[in-house]
């Protein structure tokens, strides 16, 4: 860690910004506020096509003031200033509203501001102005009603400099929230770059590596990400930084593998008569290359000392189910129960029917069998318990006796199975569904 990118973000931009910075984008430090990089860029020089301009979401766009009226509103005190922007870089007139859509050629949009003051003496016919608010569907056209804007024309931060480089200059876009535009983000982010020393930052990638793929410095590329004056600054800035950031992640994720592999696990070895080798026998189909080659490594790992961590990843339909079945019955084989988490209730009964389902002479009735038997065994049957936080507290009560007990080789559950009072005889595997986290 770095201390300078743990500092309190108040220390950099003052309290007042920081308090907003936190309040709108949950991030408190230097770092997180540096490493809060544009979604996208606008070019100054050009219009935002307003037919691509998504509904129903916080969009900043730029665009050109048609027209700008007032009119009294009829129901209580106070006026409406009707704006109407455009995408068409020439036009200067006020031409009627027009239907926006896929195809429509220049659209344009209306805005609403209601005593909208400063809208009313700023938004002239003919400036270029980047407007940040939610777009929505007003009959057959597009509007925005009070949303928050910036002068293009009058920006007083650019620097004096060629109007077609400045044309040229790209414009970031930040992930705004309602009540904090990109624009205030961009401002924010330029005091913090004036009063960090970038220069002194630690570059996480290697001297060798930044040399072979001939990236920038690490406080170039920070600069140039947020305050760049072409888009081949951003871009090159964006190919550093994206390097950086999956190296970084791969460094983590092999160090703990690294301290997961020095830890001590129980080893499930497969065994030749058990469970698993019964079900492979009663299966109505010929497993697929892809599960036989998956089904191998986690075989292999699970008979090792050391922890297993896997994720197994495939199409909808492609025998995710079954291949994780499969090793959870080489754990029982070995001794040892499993645990399938799903993320809802209803996922957790379907996994439940149909792991009984597919298993079908292999699957215990625990009605019907005696107590105490880890993983039944002894019957040449596993016990599969469904364990849920709505259960009745009977059904409840008495999955968790066979989960603890080790009488249910197999218990398939929500997060209730990682409540503190869920405990495990011997538990081996854990198979998480694929929507948590």
């Known amino acids: 860690m770095n201390a300078e990118l743990d500092l309190a973000l108040e220390r950099r931009i003052g309290k007042r910004s920081a308090a907003v910075i936190e309040k709108n984008l949950g991030l408190t430090t230097v770092g997180g506020l540096l490493n809060y990089f544009p979604r996208r860029y606008l070019n100054r020089g050009e219009l935002t096509p307003i037919s691509e301009v998504p509904l129903d979401e916080e969009v900043t766009l730029i665009a050109r003031v048609l027209s700008n009226s007032t009119r009294k509103m009829h129901t209580r005190r106070g006026s409406i200033t009707d704006v109407v922007i455009t995408d068409d870089a020439a036009s200067h007139g006020r031409p009627r509203l027009s239907v926006v859509g896929p195809g429509s050629g220049h659209g344009t949009l209306k805005i609403t501001f209601f005593n909208g003051f400063r809208a009313r003496a700023e938004l002239l016919p003919g400036r270029r102005v980047m407007f940040s608010g939610k777009v929505t569907r007003y009959g057959p056209s597009l509007g925005l009603t009070n949303p928050d804007f910036y002068l293009l024309d009058e920006d007083p931060d650019m620097p004096a ?235 409840r009560k008495r999955a968790m006796l066979d989960a603890a007990s080790g009488t249910a080789g197999i218990v398939i559950g929500t997060h209730a199975l990682l409540s503190d009072n869920v405990a495990f005889y011997d538990l081996g595997l854990i198979v998480v569904d694929e929507q948590h986290r």
């Open 161 to 395: 400099m060629d109007p077609e480089k400045l044309a040229a200059m790209p414009i970031p876009v930040y992930a705004a929230t309602a009540k904090l535009t990109s624009w205030s983000i961009q401002k924010v982010i330029a005091t913090l770059l004036e009063t960090l020393d970038l220069d002194a930052l630690p570059d996480p990638l290697p001297e060798s590596v930044a040399a072979r793929e001939n990236f920038l410095p690490v406080a170039d590329a920070y600069r140039l990400i947020h305050k760049p004056e072409s888009h081949a600054d951003w871009q090159q800035a964006q190919d550093r930084l994206r390097y950086q950031e999956a190296l970084v992640l791969q460094a983590a994720l092999a160090r703990r593998r690294a301290r997961l592999a020095a830890e001590e696990a129980t080893a499930r070895r497969p065994a030749a008569d058990g469970l698993l080798a019964a079900f492979d026998k009663q299966l109505p189909f010929t497993l697929t290359d892809g599960q036989t080659a998956v089904g191998k490594t986690l075989a292999a790992e699970l008979a090792q000392d050391s922890p297993m961590n896997r994720l197994l990843q495939g199409e909808v339909g492609s025998g995710k189910t079954v291949v994780a079945l499969r090793a959870m019955l080489q754990v029982v084989d070995a001794g040892g129960q499993a645990a399938l988490l799903a993320p809802t209730e209803v996922l957790a009964a379907q996994h439940f029917e149909s792991i009984r389902r597919t298993l079908g002479s292999l699957s215990r009735d625990p009605m019907l069998s005696p107590d105490g038997l880890l993983g039944s065994l002894a019957e040449g049957a596993v016990q599969v318990t469904l364990l849920t936080g709505s259960m009745p507290a009977a059904a």
